[in-house]
């Protein structure tokens, strides 16, 4: 049940994984829109919990007690396999980009820090995707945003390359936080550190980077 603090969905049974991305300002469109309003966070934050299980999810978005817009579809009503949860949801919607020059041209103008999910909607042209995330992090990090933010883009890159591959693992990126940011700094192009980044992954993992690019 709803309330003032809660949003409660049903996802289907542990048979399966269940994926939960979270936004802020603009998603990818869910088919079935379930929730669209305001909650009071108690400690100003989001948290995703399964039922009674401890947090796997705790991101501080707002002051406590304070208001938060939020935008929660599914692809399913019952038994959902994608959640989609969208904070402060504003009018903008994903650009539908296609073709490789499409993409390019697109995340070229995404420049602010807070728009970084933007670029990694999706997994077509990987290291395209994780060229322009970086190019986005080393901008701020030229620009004095802070490091709470600036560990927000990190965070939401390494998020990214976990449904990179089946392999992908939280103990096989265990050191690529630490990577991205030591690179934030480098003389490096952004898509030579992306493929860096991806060799790294694809080395600790055993397998190829055509292994791990075969989505592009």
């Known amino acids: 049940m709803n309330d003032a603090h809660h949003v409660v969905l049903t996802v289907r049974a542990q ?34 919990r399964e039922a009674s299980d401890p947090p796997f999810f705790v991101w501080p978005v707002v002051s406590a007690e304070a208001r938060v817009a939020l935008s929660i579809g599914v692809d399913a009503w019952d038994e959902a396999t994608v959640v989609t949860v969208v904070v402060d949801p504003g009018a903008d919607s994903m650009p539908d980009v296609r073709s490789r020059d499409g993409f390019i041209a697109s995340a070229a103008a995404i420049t602010s820090l807070s728009r970084i999910d933007q670029v990694l909607t999706g997994y077509s042209y990987p290291v395209d995707r994780l060229a322009a995330a970086i190019r986005i992090m080393r901008a701020a990090s030229d620009g004095g945003v802070s490091d709470a933010r600036i560990r927000y883009g990190i965070a939401s890159v ?34 030579v550190t992306a493929r860096v980044l991806i060799a790294y992954i694809a080395s600790t993992l055993g397998v190829s980077v055509e292994e791990i690019l075969m989505v592009c």
């Open 158 to 191: 390494v998020e990214w390359l976990k449904w990179l591959h089946p392999a992908i693992s939280s103990g096989a990126l265990e050191g690529v936080p630490e990577k991205i940011r030591n690179n934030l700094s480098g003389d490096f192009s952004e898509e």
């Open 15 to 48: 048979i399966a994984p269940v994926r939960v991305s979270v936004w802020r300002g603009a998603a990818p469109k869910a088919s079935r829109q379930i929730f669209d309003g305001e909650v009071v966070l108690s400690m100003g934050y989001l948290t995703l």
